[in-house]
């Protein structure tokens, strides 16, 4: 009797250390009979008070009309860009054309930029580039099909312009960056920050009067005639459309 008694505890201390193996077995075969959805099931009755409220919604839907609206409003602007271009297209007395941005060099940001049309379309070496605004630069090459622009910002580019205001004129020249310098032929220019830079009227090269820039600051204390940044009126660091202008058309 003794012996039957010590045989009954062992095996419920035996059963009982066991248990949490068999439970555990058994969630695991719960797990992968059903995939999963007991415990699916189980999160989402456990998240539901954290789901989100009629605030909440409010507040996703406001969001999604101002993404939407956002989106209008980058549609209708770059409408705005492109009738503004085929307007500047057909009031033109050159040949003009509109023309996409195909690629950017990350290493010649201020100095390149090439274009998705070429000699087939009519496109000429020694044409302007115009962004939306004013004067970016000039096209250096042309295949069949392509355009290579070298832009005002680039180093070593050099184009003739004059102050509208003062009528002095100088030599606007690329040094890297998004801003080139403007050296003045006469050592007392009168210019101040503000003052419109455009094409001379007496360029040979380029159609005169094609607006750059504006005077962004003037070292009248340098030799041997004052120099002064430009800003550029068409921020070469963002445009993706260009117009090509012929000149000799």
């Not at 630069?137 to 070593?156: C, M, W, Y």
């Not at 210019?191 to 005169?208: E, H, N, Q, R």
């Not at 009067?209 to 068409?234: D, E, H, K, M, Y």
């Amino acid at each position: 009797m003794a012996g039957g008694q010590q045989f009954a505890i062992f095996r419920w201390r035996f059963l009982r250390r066991l248990r949490p193996w068999i439970l555990l077995i058994g969630g695991l075969v719960i797990i992968r009979s059903t995939k999963g959805a007991l415990f699916s099931d189980a999160y989402a009755v456990l998240t539901r008070p954290f789901w989100p409220g009629a605030s909440q919604r409010e507040w996703l839907q406001s969001g999604d009309q101002l993404a939407k609206q956002i989106r209008l409003n980058l549609l209708e602007e770059d409408n705005n860009r492109l009738r503004k271009m085929l307007e500047l297209q057909a009031s033109s007395k050159y040949g003009v054309f509109s023309v996409p941005v195909i690629s950017r060099q990350s290493k010649g940001w201020w100095q390149q930029l090439e274009l998705g049309k070429g000699s087939f379309q009519g496109i000429k070496a020694g044409s302007a580039v115009l962004g939306p605004g004013g004067l970016l630069g000039i096209v250096q090459s042309v295949t069949p099909t392509t355009s290579k622009v070298r832009l005002l910002t680039a180093p070593g580019s050099q184009v003739g312009v004059w102050i509208t205001r003062t009528k002095h004129h100088g030599i606007l020249l690329g040094i890297g960056t998004n801003r080139p310098q403007l050296t003045f032929f006469d050592k007392a220019p009168q210019v101040v920050k503000g003052d419109v830079v455009s094409i001379s009227p007496a360029s040979t090269l380029l159609p005169p009067n094609l607006p750059v820039g504006v005077i962004q600051s003037v070292n009248n204390n340098a030799l041997p005639a004052p120099i002064a940044t430009v800003q550029l009126l068409a921020p070469p660091e963002a445009v993706d459309w260009v117009q090509v202008q012929n000149f000799d058309d």
